[in-house]
């Protein structure tokens, strides 16, 4: 799976939403693992309807396509975010190595403490990333 098949695959599922009248955001390249493409999904009209286009976009572009480009490559934190992150989990008593580079590396020096992690990353997206889709994906 190359990066430009990834990127076509979300380009149709962003073009699937958009046709069927739906509001979703540019993709933009997240900072948690650099390989993913976020966007924030607006849902408007009758709920089940939106559900319904939501999984028929998803299935027909992005579902088996995105797991497969992301969990085949390593996954890099932006320095920025990777810094941050690493404060929030020291704050917190965590011990860590200093070699952290990815959320897996922060996950097993938190041992147990995931939850710790995911809340560190994503309050430090929100500060350091405020114009980025709010709906984080995070994969380890």
Known sequence: MTETEYRTSIDGFVSCMRNAGYAVTDPVLSPIDGLTLLYDLHPSGDPDAW???????????????????????????????????????????IRLSGSEHNVKDFVDAAEGAGDKVMRCISTAMKRLFPDYPGFLKVRW
């Open 51 to 93: 559900n319904k286009k939501v999984d028929e976009c998803d299935s027909g572009f992005v579902s088996q396509i995105e797991p497969a480009y992301v969990e085949s490559r390593e996954q890099v934190m932006a320095p920025v975010l990777r810094s941050a992150t690493a404060t929030c989990l020291t704050d917190g008593g």
